[in-house]
């Protein structure tokens, strides 16, 4: 074990060296500086207007979901939305019950419908549902 001295001068001496240490040589470093690309012309997209007299036909999706939307007073977008209210949630379940049950859709086609969710989100909004309202299974056994 060294001594205290001996300790306080050996750090002395090497702080010394390097406070004393000759300065280093730097490599000019070589910057490369790409020329920036051009812009793409942008193209110009004719507006036309097609006007056309017969009634707009709205999909049966879009009306199940604007049913239940009127029934929960909201509108179709809220119940598509991120909120996770329970008004919100509750008009979510009942509209992807209503998918299945009455157009037979997938599970991950009524998520992508609800505002693209999970196939697995949907399918635990329907068991909610039918639990929460004691109905009988869509299906099969797997729903409960």
């Known amino acids: ?32 500086i790409e020329p920036k690309p051009e812009p793409k012309p942008k193209l110009e997209l004719k507006k036309t207007v097609v006007r056309t007299f017969l009634p707009v ?3 049966q999706t879009q009306i199940i979901i604007d049913n239940v ?12 939305g991120f909120k996770r209210k329970k008004k919100y949630v509750d008009a979510r ?15 991950p086609r009524i998520g992508f419908i609800l505002g693209c969710r999970d196939h697995t989100t949907i399918l635990h ?3 909610r549902y039918i639990l929460k309202n004691n ?8 729903e409960l």
Do not use: D, F, G
């Open 69 to 80: 939307a009127n029934r929960h007073n909201m509108t179709s977008k809220e119940i598509k």
């Open 125 to 127: 909004a329907v068991r």
């Open 135 to 142: 109905l009988p299974p869509l299906t099969s056994s797997k």
């Open 93 to 107: 379940r009942e509209a992807a019950y209503l998918l299945k049950l009455e157009l037979n859709l997938s599970y």
């Open 57 to 59: 036909l709205r999909s």
């Open 1 to 32: 074990m060294k001594t205290l001295e001996e300790l306080q001068s050996h750090y002395k001496t090497v702080r010394n060296r390097i406070n004393n240490a000759a300065p280093k040589k730097t490599v000019p470093q070589i910057i490369m």
